[in-house]
């Protein structure tokens, strides 16, 4: 491992988290947060097997079950400073029935399903602390692939794939039938899920230890990494190379698919659901 574990990141975002974190740091020494009442809402039917994907920058997201066939999309603007105003929520179609929603902080930037592009600050925009704290209803079966920068994750109600990422905070995510992959930076993970899917699952952090569940009969490969921490499985290994307290080639039941684990500080704990 070298010393160390290297997160794999989708979204060119890590430095923007410092910016934001100071503005909103410097904030917090003011007066109590003000905030908008609904400031947004969206709401419509995402057909089953379809993603909705949303992006922020500044501000946790929460995830219920919804009732009914339609999903439903809200956001509250929180701030001490900072003009609300100077933040703006888009929404917008991706292929024939995915849907995009993105929080903007800068004029020029741009937002896709990849995640923000040409995120340029506006001058004298420095100290917008601004944050947009995001609750999504999800109707069955919608897949969820969800992204901030400064904010935990708290996903329950979900029936199906999960994609859970931020940079300074904790990831709780469950999924009744779908697979789940989560990666921060500062932050612990603790994931359930009912189905692994057929594709390779990702759980990574540095600051925070990772507790997941699966279903109790899987067939994978595992790769489970600490630097200061240590790593344990409810299921029989087959272990590849020699053995180490703190990194774990193995495989479960057939092989196949691939889970990997890995934090710097922390432990790492692969559980059955039971």
Request: glycine residues 12%.
């Amino acid at each position: 491992m070298n010393g160390g574990v290297i997160v794999k990141r989708r979204y060119a975002v890590v430095a923007l988290a410092g910016a934001l974190a100071t503005t909103a740091a410097a904030g917090s020494a003011g007066a109590q947060a003000r905030s908008t009442d609904r400031e947004f809402s969206w709401e419509g039917v995402i057909a089953g097997g379809h993603w909705l994907y949303l992006r922020n920058l500044n501000g946790a997201i929460r995830v219920e079950r919804g009732t009914g066939s339609k999903t439903v999309v809200t956001g509250v603007k929180r701030w001490r400073r900072g003009d609300p105003e100077d933040v703006r929520i888009e929404t917008s179609k991706v292929g024939s029935s995915d849907i995009l929603i993105c929080a903007i902080w800068y004029e020029q930037t741009e937002c896709d399903e990849e995640g923000y592009h040409r995120m340029e600050r506006r001058h004298g925009n420095d100290h917008n602390d601004v944050s947009v704290e995001f609750t999504v209803r999800v109707a069955e079966g919608v897949k969820l692939d969800l992204n901030t920068v400064n904010g935990a994750l708290r996903i329950e109600g979900a029936t199906a794939a999960v994609e859970a990422h931020t940079v300074n905070g904790g990831i709780e995510a469950t999924s009744s039938s779908g697979p789940v992959s989560a990666t921060t930076v500062n932050g612990s993970i603790e994931v359930h899920m009912g189905s692994l899917g057929d594709k390779d699952l990702q759980f990574e952090t540095v600051n925070g230890g990772i507790e997941v569940y699966v279903p109790n009969e899987i067939d994978a490969e595992v790769d489970m990494r600490t630097v200061n921490g240590s790593v344990s499985s409810d299921f029989p290994l087959t272990v590849s190379g020699r053995i180490n307290p703190r990194h774990l080639r193995a495989t479960i039941g057939k092989g196949g698919r691939r889970l990997e684990f890995g934090t710097v500080n922390g432990s790492v704990k692969l559980y059955k659901r039971g």
